[in-house]
Nanobody, 114 residues
């Protein structure tokens, strides 16, 4: 059974930075695509960024130029570097691992104050 464990969330002021990490158990990480989602209170979960097994990345328009997704297959970990954070980035952030099956992390809270 694959488990995803997120870390790195917290509270920062506008303009601050955080780096989220999501570590996967098991040895199949490298063949899976990875993604970060977020869900703000009262809103639907939205896709923030993806990185394919080959390293191709995509981003939500509102985070382009501020967020960077990356992966370290040797550590079974995907990262989301978030810079120049804004109050509208406040949400619970989830990582997702997917290909033939999908797995979700438990979420980590990010709070950005003005």
């Amino acid at each position: 059974q694959v488990q995803l464990v997120e870390s790195g969330g917290g509270s920062v002021q506008t303009g601050g930075s955080l780096r989220l990490s999501c570590e996967a158990s098991g040895s199949i990480f490298s063949i899976y695509h990875m993604a970060w989602y977020r869900q703000a209170p009262g809103k639907q979960r939205e896709l923030v960024a993806t990185i394919s097994s080959g390293g191709t990345t995509t981003y939500l328009d509102s985070v382009k130029g501020r967020f960077t997704i990356s992966r370290d297959n040797a550590k079974n970990t995907v990262y989301l570097q978030m810079n120049n954070l804004r109050p509208e980035d406040t949400a619970v952030y989830y990582c997702r691992m997917f290909r033939s099956a999908e797995y979700w992390g438990q979420g980590t809270q990010v709070t950005v104050s003005s």
